[in-house]
C-alpha cells in the first residue's frame, strides 16, 4: 500500500522539494549604461534676415511730404502682397480705394505704377500662378539657423526666384548702390535656400515701392555677406 509518505512510509526527502541553485549572470553590462550623459549642446540662437539691420536704415522722414511718401510705399507695398493674378489685381484695387481715403494719394497713378511692374517681363513670374507669398524659410547653414519669410518664391527647374518688398524711399538703380543691411538680409536667405536646393541656383532681387524699381542682386556681391557654411 503506497501512502501519503511514499512506498515506504516514510517521508520524503526534503533536498526534493528545494529550487535548483541560481545560476550566475554571465552578461557583462556594456559602459554606457552606467555613464553619465554627456552634456547637452546649447543650440544657437535662430536669426532673422530682415532684423539683422533696420529696415528704414537711414530713412527717417522728415517733412510731411516724405511721410506722406513713406505712406505711399507701403500702400504699394500692400497692394503687391495681394496680387499674383489678374483677379488678385482688380481685388487690390478695390482694397486701395477703401484703405486710401488721403486726397493726397493719386490712386490712378498708384495702380499704374503696380500694373508696369506685374507686366514687366522680369517681374511678371512673382505675380503668377505660380508664384507663393509669404513664404516661410528655416534652414541651418553652417552653425548659423536662418529663420524669416519671402516675400515672393518662384520654383523653377534648376532654379530658385525669390523677391523681397522695400518700402524705403531711397531707390537704387543698379546693385552696387544696394545698401548694406539688404545685402545682408538677402544674402542669408540665399545661403539658406542654397542649402535646402543644393542642385538650383538661386536668384534674389529687390522691389522698391517707392519707385517702384527692380534690383537683381549677383551672387558676386552677396558673397561677402554670406554665413559661414
Known amino acids: 500500500h503506497t501512502g501519503s509518505n511514499g512506498a515506504s512510509g516514510q517521508p520524503a526527502s526534503k533536498g526534493a522539494e528545494q529550487a535548483p541553485a541560481k545560476t550566475e549572470n554571465i552578461y557583462a553590462l556594456p559602459p554606457w549604461l552606467s555613464a553619465s ?21 537711414g530713412d527717417a522722414p522728415a517733412t510731411l511730404a516724405m511721410r506722406a511718401a513713406a505712406e505711399r510705399g507701403k500702400l504699394i507695398h500692400a497692394l503687391f502682397e495681394r496680387v499674383t493674378d489678374g483677379a488678385s489685381l482688380a481685388a487690390a484695387e478695390r482694397w486701395l480705394d477703401q484703405n486710401a481715403r488721403d486726397a493726397f494719394f493719386d490712386k490712378s497713378k498708384i495702380m499704374a505704377d503696380i500694373r508696369a511692374v506685374t507686366d514687366n517681363p522680369e517681374c511678371a513670374a512673382f505675380f503668377g500662378p505660380h508664384a507663393r507669398a509669404e513664404v516661410p524659410l528655416a534652414a541651418v547653414v553652417g552653425e548659423t539657423v536662418i529663420t524669416g519669410r519671402i516675400d515672393r518664391l518662384v520654383i523653377e527647374p534648376g532654379l530658385i526666384r525669390i523677391l523681397d518688398f522695400k518700402t524705403g524711399r ?33 536668384e534674389a532681387s529687390l522691389l522698391f515701392t517707392h519707385a517702384p524699381g ?16
Do not use: C
Open 37 to 57: 550623459a554627456p552634456d547637452e549642446q546649447r543650440p544657437p540662437r535662430p536669426l532673422i534676415p530682415s532684423r539683422i539691420d533696420d529696415d528704414d536704415f
Open 170 to 202: 531711397s531707390v537704387p538703380s543698379r546693385e552696387d548702390d544696394v545698401s548694406v543691411p539688404y545685402l545682408r538680409q538677402m544674402a542669408h536667405y540665399v545661403a539658406a535656400l542654397e542649402t535646402i536646393f543644393p542642385d538650383s541656383t538661386v
Open 214 to 229: 527692380l534690383v537683381t542682386l549677383s551672387d558676386a556681391i552677396l558673397t561677402a555677406y554670406k554665413p559661414a557654411s
